[in-house]
Each structure stands twice: as structure tokens, then as C-alpha cells.
């Protein structure tokens, strides 16, 4: 089973790709997809579902992962990120890729056993599960702690994202 | 010239099709794309990009125009259509169209000549515009008038929209 993980936004995208083997997980590639910020806005989101659909060719993942965004305090920060990550799950979705959602609080559950754990304890624990050399970025980091996630046996959030959320700390959960 | 207006939006999105021919605006087609409020976050996004991709297919435009959306006051709001313009725009990008974005004052300025102008008066400003037997409905309407806009003459936000927004009586505004 091969898992694409995406932490979106407009400025950097994160993916990282792992491949579970029953209980062992197995690095394969992490990155992100960068937009040039004197383009257009339709440019940009263009360069992010193209980058996804590149990435799906050449890995050909059989399911996704995408992490919650913050909702920034900006609206207009809270477009913008929104926007990049539609344009990023319309990517996966045309693909024929399943996609789930996970909020930051179940990921760090997962990776870390603790959801309000600070990044840099999930880049460690991400580089030790994945027994990297060294530490990824933080864009990849995320990324691939959402992939870590899924393949931990993580439903995702359902059908709830689209009933309605919760803010809680400046982060989005689902409603409960 | 065929130009696809897009008035973006989770539960709706609505387009119309126009055709300008010399000074002439001729009407083609124009409707909304519904999503599934059962659905999962990523399926909804997924009934927009193809729907969208399905007009691109049948109507084969040149160019599309795009609706700013409102920023909502509840910042959840915001994200969730941010992404279902995400996820229209990048199928109209994936489809090569050119994107032009344009504010709702842009659209009633040169469909109306009163960037205030009132929902009705736009209807019936389209509807006049376009020789139509009877009043499209209110996210058609939008669609077609952002349109029109374009028809008209306009030149969209550029490059702004990427650099920032502005708000205004609850709307965005490309920041001049």
C-alpha cells in the first residue's frame, strides 16, 4: 500500500510518499511543490494540482492523506490557503486516488502519541519511523506524519469535514 | 470568443457560457453544479472539478471568468469555499483555459455601470443583456454576469489577487 501524504498551502506544498508493508513502513519520497509568488493566483494553483499530478504518475500512490490547514486569523490568508488546498485534493481526486483527511491533533496522536506535540518532536519521531538519515523539512515533515498517520490504521475524518467544523486553539477539528 | 463565467461555491457552483461576437454577446448555456451534502469534503470537491471539466469538454471556451467569493464571517466558511474555488479553478486551469479574476464591484460596475447595485438589478441587467426569455437563477445570474464583465472588455484582477486583499462591507477587494 502506498500512501501520498499533503500538508497544502499556496506558497509551499509538502508531500511525502511511504509504502506500508504489513507493520513496516518504508520511506520512498518527500519534497514540496513550491508556486512563484509573482504569478497570478490561477497560475499557482495550477502549479500545485500539476505538481500532485506529477507526483501521481511517477508513484502512483493508492491513497492520499491531507492534513488540516490553520484557519489563519486572516480571511483573506484563509481563502488563499483554501483555495491551495482544493486545488490540491482536486488533484488527488481526478487522479482516482482516495484522499482522507486528517486534523494536526490526530496526526500527532499517531506519530508523537501526544496531539499537541511541537514540531520538532514530530520531525524526530517521523525520522526515526522512517529510519531517515536525517531530518526532513518541515513541509515534508508534516507531510509524511500525515502519511505515517493513515498508515497507522487512521480513518481519517469521514464524512464530518463537510458537516461543519470546530475551532479549537486556531486549529480546525471536526465536529463531533 | 466563448467565455465560462463561475460563480464558485461548496453546495453551488454556478456557470454560464456566452459567446462575443464583435460587440454582439450571444447566450450559450448556463446552469450550477451541485454537490452532495452527505458527501465527503474531498468527493464534493471532486463533483466540482468534474463538472467544470464536463463544460470545458461539451462548450470548449477560451476563456473563463471567475467570481471573487465573499469572506465569510465565520472563518470555517471561509476555508471550505475557498477550497471549492480551489478545486474550480484548477480544473480550469488543468483544462488550459485562461483564468481571469474579477471582484463582485468589477462585475456589477460593468454589467450595472453601480458597483452597489442590488442582486435583482444584475438579474435583470443580464437578462436584458442577453436577450433572455426569462430571469436565470441567482447563481447562473452571477456566472453569466461575471461573464459579461469580461465580454465587456475587462482585464481581471491581474496579478494582484496573489499579493493580498482588502476587505470591504464583508467583500474582497483586489488591493490596488
Redesign the interface.
Known sequence: MRILGIDPG?RVTGFGLIEREGNALRYIASGCIRTD??????????T???GI?ELLAQYAPEQAA?EQ?F??VN??S?????????????????GKVE?L?YTALQVKQAVVGNGHAGKEQVQHMVRRLLSLPGAPGADAADALACAIAHAHGGQG???L??A????RRGR?LAVR
Chains 1, 2 share one sequence.
Request: proline share 6%.
Open positions: 499556496l509568488q509573482a504569478a497570478t493566483l490561477p497560475q499557482r494553483l495550477g500545485i494540482f500539476d499530478a491531507v490547514v484557519v489563519n480571511p483573506q484563509t481563502l488563499l490557503l483554501g483555495q491551495a488546498r482544493g486545488a490540491a485534493i482536486a488533484a488527488l481526486v481526478a484522499v483527511e475524518l469521514g464524512k469535514p463537510t461543519g467544523y470546530r475551532m480546525l
